[in-house]
């Protein structure tokens, strides 16, 4: 099983990015999807997740109405469109997948049964 985080990259203040988690040896259909981020010296820290089937989301309060989760069943695909992007939301990204059921999403890093492989955003001018 291999998840992998893409998309990230450079952008200035104001601008936008759509990550993507991909996985090979999995279905993410059968998994709810969590983003997180971690900057250096920070801790990680859970932005969003998706339920299953899509019937619930979560967003943390630092990026909130400014982000939207996602997913693309036929493609095998989760997204985050990250808008309004801020210098603080600069890290490095990550997916994980795990096999919560029912319409919630989890944060937390002991419930992630797979995690990918992060993808770095920058904001700066």
């Known amino acids: 099983v291999q998840l992998q985080a893409s998309g990230g990259g450079l952008v200035q203040p104001g601008g936008s990015l759509r990550l993507s988690c991909t996985a090979s040896g999995i279905a993410l259909a059968n998994y709810a999807i969590t983003w997180f981020r971690q900057a250096p010296g920070k801790e990680r820290e859970g932005v969003s997740c998706?339920?299953?089937?899509?019937?619930?989301?979560y967003y943390a309060d630092s990026v909130k109405g400014r982000s939207t989760i996602s997913r693309d069943s036929a493609e095998n695909t989760v997204y985050l469109q990250m808008d309004s992007l801020k210098p603080e939301d600069t890290a490095n990204y990550y997916c994980?997948?795990?096999?919560?059921?029912?319409?919630?999403?989890?944060?937390?890093?002991?419930?992630?049964?797979?995690w990918g492989k992060g993808t770095q955003v920058t904001v700066s001018s």
């Open positions: 994980a997948a795990n096999r919560r059921l029912g319409p919630s999403c989890s944060t937390r890093v002991r419930d992630m049964d797979y």
């Open positions: 998706i339920s299953r089937r899509s019937d619930f989301r």
